[in-house]
């Protein structure tokens, strides 16, 4: 019997392989959560692109706002349901908001054609600001807003604390 390595974590911290109802669990549930969330996501993908339409040889700002932001989210999410505190989040948020929307929001294979069109059109400087901004955009997002969110779920509990602490003893 293999053990499972001592602070490692689990691929999908959901699903625990080592109970056998789980790993035969029908996954309809969790793919419908992944479809209408997925709509949703790409639905205001596709209306931001409609509002903020990159002309030839323009810079993308539609598509980097979105993966940014999308990145963004992406860092609030992870923090709230692994670190949030209280009790465990529905099983079907994650991939409702994690896989489904935010998947289908963020859109790193546009961005990847925007990339390439900006070369075809002799745009080299700003195919590699875009293909530069969007990686360190993404990156730097997912990690301010998990930090700042990892910031206010302390905040929070310290407060709920100090409160408990008044009420014992006031």
Known sequence: MTRPVQGAEAIDPDVDLHVPAQRTEPQGRVLAAVAAGGAVGASARYGVALLWPA?????????????????????????LISEGGRSAPH??????????????????????????GLLDEGEAGTALAYAGLTVLGAVGAVWAAASATRLAVRGREWGRERER?????G
């Open 165 to 169: 602490g008044r009420g014992r003893h």
């Open 91 to 116: 099983p079907l948020v994650r991939p409702f908001v994690g896989v489904g929307v935010l998947g289908g929001f963020t859109t790193f294979s546009t961005y990847a054609v925007e990339f390439s």
């Open 55 to 79: 002309g030839p040889g323009a810079f993308p700002w539609g598509t980097f706002g979105v993966n940014v932001a999308g990145c963004a989210l992406i860092g609030v999410l992870m923090v």
